[in-house]
């Protein structure tokens, strides 16, 4: 069984007549957790996005391989399917759906089995008291009223539920204090396992504190310009990204 879940090959992507990424290659084993860095404007949020093929950006050249199946040009919701997860810098308010609901609907879509309800409850009221979040939030409407921590501990909760083979985090850490990020920080360390992965989207190195990482890439407009390990994004802290050019 081959350990590589993700690979991206020289994929070049366009938002209208912008060029964004410029020949992005990248692998990701099972068990691993990577990090993309970069600053504002740099395409990292439009690798993430083009993982799962949102229709905004258009794949000029290249392609993506999940665990071994080609799914460069697969719908969202397929991909959705085939384990991609994805969360959101701002995640939306969804009035008049529960959490609860909201995350049974979405199992059932993702693994096509009927839920049942009693053991989804329990499961979802222990994974709310392992992210230190209030269990009657899980019959409030999704987001709305959520403070940005809550929203943020939400997204982890539906990456634990959902259990995907890859969990894309887009700017977790962003807008957080120190206590969340460590809530964040242990519900990705409960996630990740030998069979799945995690690529989390940043621009700053504080949810790097307190979770130790496999690979960290450094992403300059539209291209990978570094690749090392966790002491690189120690060397960003202390330096910025000035000293990677492209």
């Keep these: ?38 600053p504002n404007g740099s395409g990292k949020t439009t690798t993430a996005n083009a993982i799962l093929n949102n229709p905004i950006y258009h794949k000029e050249n290249g392609s993506i391989i999940l665990d071994g199946e080609d799914i460069t040009n697969s719908k969202t919701d397929e991909i959705a399917r085939k384990g991609v997860f994805m969360s959101f810098q701002l995640p939306e308010e969804i009035p008049g759906i529960s959490v609860r609901n909201f995350l049974k609907y979405a199992k059932n879509k993702i693994t096509g089995k009927p839920v049942k309800i009693f053991e989804f409850k329990d499961e979802l009221k222990k994974y709310m008291e392992e992210l230190n979040m209030n269990t009657k939030n899980m019959d409030r409407s999704l987001n709305v009223g959520f403070s940005g921590g809550e929203k943020k501990k939400n997204e982890i909760l539906q990456m634990l539920i959902l259990n995907p083979k890859l969990a894309i985090l887009d700017e977790t850490d962003s807008g957080l204090d ?28 504080k949810i790097l504190h307190s979770l130790k990482v496999d690979y960290v890439h450094v992403l300059i407009n539209g291209k990978i310009v570094k690749t090392g390990g966790q002491d690189l994004a120690k060397k960003i802290e202390e330096n910025g990204y000035a000293q990677y050019k492209y």
């Design 178 to 205: 120190v206590d969340a990020i460590k809530t964040v920080s242990k519900g990705i360390e409960m996630f990740k396992n030998k069979k799945n992965a995690v690529l989390i989207i940043t621009h700053n190195t």
């Design 1 to 38: 069984m081959s350990k590589e879940l993700l690979e991206i090959k020289d994929l070049y992507v366009n938002a209208g007549e912008t060029e964004i990424l410029k020949g992005i290659n990248l692998k990701i084993n099972k068990g691993e957790i990577h990090v993309i860095m970069g």
